[in-house]
């Protein structure tokens, strides 16, 4: 075998900082879930004594994971856990606005027992939502790790970094690409296939504002592709399917894309 190979391999593995495996942070974080939102879980506490019991064992647990990464944290491992359950509550009031905006947006949603269960949307808000907790604490790489998850099983890709207000209805979901600095307001929906992203930027430019700002109010249809960082849709304004935009609309504002589509008789199929 090639010995310059073995020995690049092989000095990975020398200089790489053990870091918690994947697996061991999204079961917490779905642990943590599944305590917020009793729905998807099989086992209910039967008493506060017992709840604060197992959050704070979730504490600890979180602890042991930011302890294997201690030397790029900007804190001690036992202050960055005590920090993030801190914001579990807001947290929780958050996801709970998002529900809220599921049922009474969607039609289809019977109830807020099936939005948790089964809306992949929600499941992809949560999975953002707790990931930007841990992201406002400048602890790395477990947001996006986070948030990779989710996006693998549901098709939704938030980056933890985006900036979102609640009551946000993703609907349907497949297809959804929210970039690293967007900005989204309180009661917007959006519908699959629709992308907050960025124009062609050079590296250089990474830390700065990329992505739109969509204000409050603002449905985004099917397919929508909103690029640039400069770029506003003003509140209360709705995009229709498949429009391309790069550039700011006013408040109110009605912006669809018109295809031409032409429909002509060819007599039977042979």
């Known amino acids: 075998m090639n010995k310059d190979f ?3 391999v092989y000095n990975k593995h020398l200089h790489t ?8 942070v999204c079961k917490l974080i779905t642990k943590i879930l599944l305590t917020l939102f009793p729905e998807q879980a099989k086992r209910h506490f039967n008493s506060q004594e017992e709840l604060i ?5 979730y504490k600890h647990d979180l602890q042991s994971i930011l302890e294997l990464m201690q030397s790029s944290l900007p804190d001690k491992a036992d202050v960055l856990a005590d920090k993030f359950m801190d914001l579990l509550s807001e947290v929780y009031e958050d996801l709970t ?3 809220e905006a599921i049922v009474t947006g969607d039609p289809a949603a019977k109830n807020e027992y099936e939005v948790v269960r089964a809306y992949p949307g929600f499941y992809a808000i949560a999975f953002y939502r707790l990931a930007h907790a841990l992201y406002r604490l400048n602890i790395p790489l477990l947001p996006r790790i986070l948030t990779e998850y989710a996006h693998s099983k549901t098709g939704i890709d ?5 900036e979102i207000a609640p009551y946000l209805f993703i609907d349907h979901g497949t297809g959804v690409v929210i970039g690293e600095t967007a900005k989204i307001g309180k009661h917007v929906k959006i519908y699959q296939g629709v992308t907050l992203g960025a124009l062609s930027v050079s590296k250089k430019m990474a830390e700065t504002k990329r992505h ?8 985004i249809y099917s397919g929508a592709t909103i690029l640039g ?4 849709v003003g509140h209360n304004s709705i995009i229709g399917g498949n429009v391309w935009l790069t550039n700011t ?8 894309h018109k295809p031409q589509i032409e429909v002509s008789k060819s007599g039977k199929l042979e």
């Open 97 to 99: 606005k998002d529900i």
């Open 249 to 256: 609309v006013p408040p109110y504002s009605r912006v669809y």
């Open 53 to 57: 019991e197992r959050l704070n064992l």
């Open 212 to 219: 739109p700002t969509i204000e409050d109010h603002v449905v």
């Open 158 to 162: 938030i980056h933890p970094a985006a």
């Open 229 to 232: 960082g400069d770029t506003i």
């Open 6 to 8: 073995i020995n690049k």
């Open 17 to 24: 900082e053990k870091i918690p495996s994947t697996s061991s």
